[in-house]
T-cell receptor
Framework: GENVEQHPSTLSVQEGDSAVIKCTYSDSASNYFPWYKQELGKRPQLIIDIRSNVGEKKDQRIAVTLNKTAKHFSLHITETQPEDSAVYFCAARTWGYGNKLVFGAGTILRVKS | DTAVSQTPKYLVTQMGNDKSIKCEQNLGHDTMYWYKQDSKKFLKIMFSYNNKELIINETVPNRFSPKSPDKAHLNLHINSLELGDSAVYFC??????????????FGPGTRLTVL
């Protein structure tokens, strides 16, 4: 089955700097890769996603890149702000198995002001 | 007007008890899920239902039994609770086939503490 590895497990950046979180997946048939943000005590919320027919997607300060050959995808946050502090999860889905998402272990992002 | 809702938000109970968590979505989605988030924040799928039919059943003890009375509701019943069941349980849902079956929307979570 699918396995998703996520790095780093914790990341501290200064406000205004960029943050990059990387994930690798094992199943080459995976075709959908969402990123979720979870604030303390709250639900995971989708912040951006990418499908396997696209190499990059941007939404304001957030971007995701996908390298299908290498089976890895990354989240890029530019001009970080204190409210970006949260746990970020990547996930991968292999079509045909009930829309099952396999999550990475999460990255705790701390933005220092 | 909450999209995916769960009750209760907190559940504290003794080992050996039986408890239920309820989930409802008003998004018109066909598919619903239960996830378990452990103390290390790891999110793992437990079950998924599509139009009241079980489609994903991960390696979960059979003390856990999901029930979907209709496609807007997915409840989770847990028998003979154990200490290791302490976690946050999230319900989620995703849109009907043909629209987009990708995005999953999570409920607020139920924090279960077994003493």
């Amino acid at each position: 089955g699918e396995n998703v590895e996520q790095h780093p497990s914790t990341l501290s950046v200064q406000e205004g700097d960029s943050a990059v979180i990387k994930c690798t997946y094992s199943d080459s048939a995976s075709n959908y890769f969402p990123w979720y943000k979870q604030e303390l005590g709250k639900r995971p919320q989708l912040i951006i996603d990418i499908r396997s027919n696209v190499g990059e997607k941007k939404d304001q300060r957030i971007a995701v890149t996908l390298n299908k050959t290498a089976k890895h995808f990354s989240l890029h946050i530019t001009e970080t702000q204190p409210e970006d502090s949260a746990v970020y999860f990547c996930a991968a889905r292999t079509w045909g198995y009930g829309n099952k998402l396999v999550f990475g272990a999460g990255t705790i992002l701390r933005v220092k002001s | 007007d909450t999209a995916v809702s769960q009750t209760p938000k907190y559940l504290v109970t003794q080992m050996g008890n039986d408890k239920s968590i309820k989930c409802e979505q008003n998004l018109g989605h066909d598919t619903m899920y239960w996830y378990k988030q452990d103390s290390k924040k790891f999110l793992k799928i437990m079950f998924s239902y599509n139009n009241k039919e079980l489609i994903i059943n991960e390696t979960v003890p059979n003390r856990f039994s999901p029930k979907s009375p209709d496609k807007a509701h997915l409840n989770l019943h847990i028998n003979s609770l154990e200490l290791g069941d302490s976690a946050v349980y999230f319900c989620a849902s995703s849109p009907p086939s043909g629209v987009s079956t990708d995005t999953q929307y999570f409920g607020p979570g139920t924090r279960l503490t077994v003493l």
